[in-house]
């Protein structure tokens, strides 16, 4: 599966964002989603996941209560809602799919889109 990330860009602290990733293929209901992210001389981390069905959703602590990770297997797309953004969540985030089940590290994950840019100002 092929993955495109959009929404990216420049937000004030306590704004809001929403991140899209479009998939490519017709078995898209067959893959696990996350959103990962990675700041300037830091290790990619994982931000939120969601199932294929989309029945379950799960978040890195740091995020929880502030961003929101949704489907929509019509439109092959998954979202990442952002809000009450802070500078430290400042970094290029990336979708990424993992078919069945995954976890939460990237090596769960086996397809990646190239990454958008989310900068939050003080």
């Known amino acids: 599966v092929q993955l495109v990330e959009s929404g990216g860009g420049l937000v004030q602290a306590g704004g809001s964002l929403r991140l899209s990733c479009a998939a490519s293929g017709r078995t898209f209901s067959s893959y696990a989603m996350g959103w990962f992210r990675q700041a300037p001389g830091k290790e990619r981390e994982f931000v939120a996941g969601i199932t294929w069905s989309g029945g379950s959703t799960y978040y890195a602590d740091s995020v929880k209560g502030r961003f929101t990770i949704s489907r929509d297997n019509a439109k092959n797309t998954v979202y990442l809602q952002m809000n009450s953004l802070k500078p430290e969540d400042t970094a290029v985030y990336y979708c990424?799919?993992?078919?069945?089940?995954?976890?939460?590290?990237?090596?769960?994950?086996?397809?990646w889109g190239q990454g958008t840019q989310v900068t939050v100002s003080s």
């Open positions: 990424a799919a993992a078919f069945g089940v995954a976890g939460t590290t990237h090596l769960d994950f086996g397809s």
